[in-house]
């Protein structure tokens, strides 16, 4: 089934550490995202990639950072983790830059 | 980013009609997308709005004004399954079409 397959689904991880969140679509979509999830806020976008070879920065990109080496993969890199970097992570991929998006069923990362 | 304004709790009936609200600002708009998340699930896709007017997909209705930057999603004939958030998020293309999402609204069916 084609689909937006993020990996870990979740991970306990000592502050300082560095991580990489793996996002993978095999719909050969244009546009990829990764959102952070936190209680009474909602979405909010850390990075972006309208097509191959390219990334923007979203709302909160601070602490974070991307790669689009291909079409279909997108990581997402903490260099030192920090507890307030304690979210659900949703990865995101649409079609083009203006179509609907469609999610990965999300990361729960825990800094202590 | 855009503001994107929605009630933060709604509470209705089974059976009944619950009406989402969603204000925005944005200088380049280029649709409007509702999406609905069960708790500890991922957002699902459940409509799309670019021109004025009401878009109908079964008991699900979304309508749009862009000159007021103003849209709702319209539930009908609520059932227990349609407890869950609902998300309103819209793009930009003064802001390299960035998706941007509301806080979302719970909207919690009571029998």
């Known amino acids: 089934i084609a689909g937006i397959t993020q990996a870990p689904t979740s991970q306990i991880l000592a502050a300082g550490r560095r991580m990489t969140l793996r996002c993978t679509q095999d719909m050969r979509h244009n546009a990829m995202y990764w959102y952070r999830q936190d209680l009474g806020l909602g979405l909010r976008l850390i990075h972006y990639s309208n097509t191959a070879g390219t990334t923007g920065k979203g709302e909160v990109p601070d602490g974070y950072s991307v790669s689009r080496a291909n079409t279909d993969d997108f990581p997402l890199t903490l260099a030192s983790a920090v507890p307030s970097q304690t979210s659900v992570y949703f990865c995101?991929?649409?079609?083009?830059?203006?179509?609907?998006?469609?999610f990965g069923q999300g990361t729960r990362l825990t800094v202590v | 980013g855009q503001n994107i304004d929605q009630p933060t709790e709604m509470t209705a009936t089974e059976g009944a009609i619950v009406q989402i609200n969603c204000t925005y600002q944005t200088s380049g708009f280029n649709g409007l997308f509702w999406y609905q998340q069960h708790a500890g699930e991922a957002p699902t896709f459940l409509s799309y709005?670019?021109?004025?007017g009401l878009e109908e997909k079964g008991r699900f209705s979304s309508f749009l004004s862009r000159s007021k930057g103003y849209s709702y999603l319209l539930l009908k004939e609520l059932q227990m399954k349609d407890s869950a958030s609902y998300l309103c998020?819209?793009?930009?293309?003064?802001?390299?079409?960035?998706?941007?999402f509301g806080a979302g609204t719970t909207v919690t069916v009571r029998a």
């Open positions: 709005n670019v021109l004025d």
């Open positions: 995101a991929s649409s079609r083009d830059r203006d179509t609907e998006a469609f």
């Open positions: 998020a819209v793009r930009d293309r003064s802001n390299d079409y960035k998706l941007s």
